[in-house]
């Protein structure tokens, strides 16, 4: 949780002092690890402590601890990066700041904060919001563990972790969940729905947006930067993804049940436009963000103690799961046909409901797919789900309204 307080002069330099020497230590620390190709703490520490001890002698020694775990952690996502091609520089360049305190730096209280500094501790008194106090006066605590960032107007970004012991449970189901361009598919007690996230829609909305605000002018020019500043095209994405993972994570964790995602490679949307030539297409693949969605629900079942099963992605709508056989899709005259036929069963089935059943088959689930006749399993499409607190409450809502129709 971010809370953003306001100090005095005298406040600010003593963190100012803190910081600026933090910094000298997380990039000799980041150099050690580079030069002797580790990314542990433990062994980072133990190379640099003592000469860091001798130069910043007035600094409280914990903080060489956490740049030492900073460092670590900067590392390790570094070799991750660079393994997969993403890593644009020879090493970690520190930009930002953002200065590590642990049990022995920090004091809570909920009058005020105090920090350690060179020259004692110092104390910050928050403002409270009020999503504090909803994880406050439940079975939330506050982590031992703390960052601040200074900003300018003598401004600290004070940053809390809550932490909570959640007990493990053996899922009774399972809850796949397909992700789409367009949409999000996910089955709940054998009904498939699809859900709308109209990513195509606000996607192509800003793309026009932005060409109409660059054409003939300079990406550099400073009126130009804040109007492509406020489309907010990300905000409104991060909250479409936020709100569907918390509705999906809460029918699991109600249901007790298990979620099933498709294991995405690294760099998915490079794999799907490599044989697409519409430009538009390839534009709305790379910005539809199918790994931000998986791990927003990844995320969000950690916090609530949710098993999440990957499984194999490969073929999972081409394939009937019945018969084991290919379902071939006829052109509709879209970019994907939607519905297809089995060729051995001759059923009709629909792609999103397809997937769906072959990944909670993947997941380790025997009961029996139901079939109808020859019909195609359609999915209800609901779009009107963001205010929703429950899936049930907008599944039965739906049906409410074909009944009155």
């Known amino acids: 949780m971010k809370l953003r307080v306001r100090v005095d002069y005298s406040t600010y330099s003593a963190l100012k002092e803190v910081e600026e020497e933090y910094r000298e230590v997380l990039e000799e620390a980041i150099n050690y690890g580079l030069s002797n190709e580790t990314t542990s703490f433990t062994r980072i520490k133990a190379g640099i402590y003592k000469s860091e001890r001798e130069k910043h002698k007035d600094l409280p020694s914990h903080f060489i601890y956490t740049a030492c775990e900073d460092a670590s952690e900067r590392l390790d996502s570094f070799q991750k990066l660079k393994k997969r091609g993403r890593a644009y520089t020879e090493k970690p360049s520190v930009r ?3 200065v590590h ?15 350690s500094t060179k020259k004692g501790r110092v104390l910050i008194s928050p403002t409270f919001p009020k999503i504090f106090w909803r994880y406050y006066n439940t079975e939330w605590r506050i982590a031992s563990e703390a960052r601040f960032r200074l900003m300018k107007g003598n401004v600290v970004e004070f940053f809390i972790v809550f932490k909570r012991d959640v007990k493990p ?28 996230t109209n990513t195509k829609r606000i996607t192509l909305g800003y793309e026009y947006r932005r060409k109409t605000i660059i054409t003939g002018r300079s ?10 500043k406020r489309l907010r095209e990300r905000d409104k994405k991060v909250d479409v993804r936020r709100k569907l993972a918390k509705l999906i994570v809460k029918e699991a964790f109600e249901s007790r049940s298990a979620i099933v995602l498709e294991d995405l490679p690294g760099r998915t949307p490079e794999h799907m436009v490599k044989d697409i030539k519409d430009k538009q297409l390839r534009l709305r693949i790379y910005r539809s ?3 931000s969605m998986k791990n927003a629900i990844i995320e969000k079942a950690r916090e609530f103690g949710v098993p999440v099963l990957l499984v194999n992605p490969s073929h999972t709508s081409t394939v009937c799961p019945v018969h084991g056989a290919k379902i071939v899709y006829q052109p509709d005259r879209g970019d994907a046909p939607r519905v297809g036929v089995c060729e051995k069963g001759k059923e009709r089935w629909h792609r999103d409901v397809v997937a769906l059943y072959n990944l909670k088959k993947r997941a380790g689930d025997v009961s029996p797919v139901p079939l109808g006749s020859k019909e195609s399993h359609d999915p209800p499409t609901l779009s009107g789900w963001l205010r929703a607190k429950s899936l049930h409450s907008i599944m039965n809502e739906h049906k409410m309204i074909e009944m009155k129709v």
């Not at 305190?101 to 920090?115: G, Q, Y």
């Not at 449970?169 to 709308?196: A, C, M, Q, R, W």
């Not at 990406?219 to 492509?228: A, F, N, Y």
């Open 96 to 98: 930002r700041v953002t």
């Open 101 to 115: 305190l642990d049990d022995h730096l920090w004091k809570f209280s909920l009058d005020t904060i105090s920090i």
């Open 169 to 196: 449970y053996e899922p009774k189901g399972f809850i796949p969940v397909d992700l789409n361009e367009n949409s999000v598919s996910v089955l709940v007690d054998g009904k498939p729905t699809l859900l709308e």
């Open 219 to 228: 990406t550099k020019d400073r009126e130009v930067r804040g109007k492509l």
């Open 289 to 291: 963000a199918f790994s």
